[in-house]
């Protein structure tokens, strides 16, 4: 039986592992959209550079992919993003010019263990207050494709749209979106020292 991708998206990730595993294309692209903003937000909110932040996500899925024969993933979302903290770490690390980033070594590996605290649900709620403050054409074209995960084209169909109408809609939502990495950022710092504080450190994770 061909599963086609819009099927793929409602699997599981744990079942869009097995597929990638399997070299199946559609199990990794349904995967790649399906996490590839909420890691780049990760990513961004940190380093403040969109090109640093899009590199790394793309490193990261292309690792997977290159590696999916014997990658072993049981947990997608904690291997998703402790890659991405991981990567964050090595940027820091080389890009000495951020020396608000890097002002001991320990305050790195309290990035990379306390990020995992950054609930995405109030990362989610955070861009939904964001995009009540755009056009409703623009919020409801972005709704659809981030979180119902629609194609450009069945979005287009739906909404008696182009193609390119809706791409130029995502591109405006995901443009005005960087004016809330500020905001992001101070949730992310804030859930940090609050875990410091109210339990004990784990040992950092290994890099990917």
Excluded at 14 to 34: G, T
Excluded at 37 to 50: D, F, R, S, V
Aim: aromatic share 8%; proline share 2%; net charge neutral.
């Amino acid at each position: 039986m061909v599963i086609s991708l819009k099927m793929m998206k409602n699997l599981q990730d744990e079942s869009l592992v097995e597929l990638i595993k399997q070299s199946n294309h559609l199990a990794f692209q349904a995967f790649y959209q399906r996490h590839w903003e909420q890691l780049y937000l990760k990513a961004y909110a940190i380093l403040g550079h969109t090109q640093m932040a899009e590199d790394i996500i793309q490193d990261i899925f292309l690792d997977i992919w290159k590696n999916r024969e014997r990658i072993e993933i049981d947990k997608p979302i904690q291997y998703l993003s402790t890659c991405v903290k991981n990567s964050v770490f090595k940027v820091l690390q080389k890009q000495k010019v951020k020396q608000k980033h890097l002002d001991t070594l320990n305050t790195l590996e309290l990035l990379v263990q306390a990020a995992s605290t950054l609930d995405s649900n109030e990362i989610e709620q955070a861009i939904m207050k964001h995009l009540d403050q755009m056009p409703d054409r623009c919020k409801e074209i972005f709704i659809l494709s981030r979180f119902e995960n629609l194609s450009n084209k069945e979005i287009a169909e739906k909404l008696g749209l182009s193609a390119k109408t809706v791409e130029n809609q995502i591109y405006r939502a995901l443009k005005s979106l960087k004016t809330l990495m500020p905001q992001l950022l101070s949730m992310y710092f804030l859930l940090i020292f609050e875990e410091v504080f109210m339990t004990s450190i784990s040992p950092v994770l290994p890099f990917c």
